[in-house]
């Protein structure tokens, strides 16, 4: 029952990361010109979209090859979410916060898979 608890929740909170990726992505381009902001802003949320984008690849190459991520990848995802989470109070609009939310949820389901 614990097994089956906990995969539920693994798999729960992977789809839910999925989801506010996938949610920031069309938000960010629908809303991307319509925001009237500066250009460092617009590059901060670009970058922050591709900080999460790199952690989204990270754990799906998990599920492929997991020695060789846990060994040379996995410990990229503390600067990874450090880096996104400066980005996302550098950039603006609601995409932001799903970029937030989707970026913390992969680092802990990978935190939880591989203890780093």
Partial sequence: ??????????YGSA???LGCFIYAA????????AIDVPKWRRV???CA??????QALIFTSMLWAPN?????????MRPALIACVVLVFAAKGSARWWLLGSSV???LVLNSMVDV
């Fill in 49 to 54: 979209f591709v900080t999460v984008t790199f």
């Fill in 15 to 17: 789809a839910v990361a």
């Fill in 44 to 46: 901060a949320a670009i």
């Fill in 1 to 10: 029952m614990g097994d089956r608890l906990y995969l539920a929740l693994w």
């Fill in 105 to 107: 949820l992969w680092y």
């Fill in 26 to 33: 069309v938000r960010l381009a629908k809303d991307g010109e």
């Fill in 68 to 76: 060789f991520v846990v060994d040379g990848v996995v410990p990229l």
